[in-house]
């Protein structure tokens, strides 16, 4: 028998009355993460492009009679989204179909399927974020996605913020490094936090910090900055991510998380003519990453 094929002998006891409940079938599923995180956009090719456009320098100062200067804007790295199809199936012997006497563990199975691609997406979003200390998954401009040494034309640009657990002092440093983007030229741009992402392991600690109306953790009776001037308008606690420390601050800077889709999931059924067994598949095609890197930033925490 070829592997992967479910016959009579993968559920035994369906073949029975007398079943009183069958589990593992009822989890409530996870609530879609990578969408709240990285902006959709859909694709007719088998890969995407976005590229960077640099701006001007300053205006340097005209002396009387002197030829004005003149400069030029041009293109800057490129962030390349390349396509890949994911597919999973099954197939059931009409055997097992006929004599399987719980009809909720046949029907659980297209359920089962489209909750595997949903997952799938998932995990392949949150390594955007998993891999982005690396130098082995780099971005368009070739450095890491968090990286202190990113290349513009105004030098070295950071935003890869000093390892420190989440705190109220860590996030302030993460604002003030955000507050401080510069774009190619190294101009000030006006940047601010979007949204907190976080594991389940910081969450309780960054509801403190961030709700608290008072400094959380302190004698103090100073207000909590963080709260007063509402910095962290959004907090999404994404189970997919591999360190239970690290912490993401993500910025109002547009085109930075993408996830292109050139095929959304499908979900296709046949019948083989000569074995009878029932087949089902699911499949999609899409690409994530990072295009500017000024629309995330990445602290790998103290603890690892």
């Not at 879609?32 to 859909?42: Q, Y």
């Not at 979900?267 to 000024?294: I, P, Q, S, Y």
């Amino acid at each position: 028998m070829p592997a992967g094929i479910i016959t009579r002998s993968a559920h035994p006891d369906a073949l029975w009355p007398g079943v009183k409940a069958w589990f593992g079938m009822e989890y409530d599923k996870v609530p879609a993460t990578w969408s709240k995180i990285f902006t959709k956009m859909s694709s007719n090719k088998f890969q995407e492009r976005i590229a960077e456009s640099t701006t001007f320098g300053l205006a340097p100062t005209k002396t009387e009679a002197a030829p004005i200067q003149y400069d030029s804007d041009q293109e800057g790295y490129v962030a390349i989204f390349q396509h890949a199809v994911y597919g999973l199936g099954y197939i059931v012997t009409r055997e097992e179909l006929e004599d399987n006497q719980y009809e909720e563990v046949s029907q659980a199975r297209s359920g089962n399927l489209a909750w595997s691609m949903q997952t799938t997406a998932e995990y392949v979003h949150a390594n955007v974020l998993n891999r982005g200390f690396s130098t082995q998954y780099p971005i368009g401009d070739g450095a890491a996605l968090f990286s202190a040494a990113h290349p513009t034309q105004s030098g070295n640009q950071s935003n890869l913020l000093t390892a420190a657990d989440f705190s109220e002092a860590a996030m302030e440093d993460a604002t003030k490094a955000v507050w401080a983007i510069k774009n190619n030229r190294g101009f000030p741009i006006n940047a601010g936090v979007k949204r907190l992402i976080i594991p389940t392991n910081v969450a309780f600690n960054a509801t403190r910090v961030l709700n608290s109306v008072l400094r959380s953790g302190t004698n103090n009776n100073d207000i909590n900055a963080l709260n007063a001037m509402g910095i962290v308008p959004d907090i999404v606690v994404n189970k997919y991510l591999s360190s239970s420390n690290a912490w993401y601050v993500q910025t109002d800077v547009p085109n930075g998380l993408i996830s292109m889709w050139r095929r959304q999931v499908e979900l296709e059924k046949d019948n083989d003519f000569d074995t009878e067994n029932a087949k089902a598949k699911a499949t999609m095609r899409f690409a994530c990453g990072a295009a500017d890197w000024r629309a995330i930033f990445g602290n790998a925490s103290a603890s690892g």
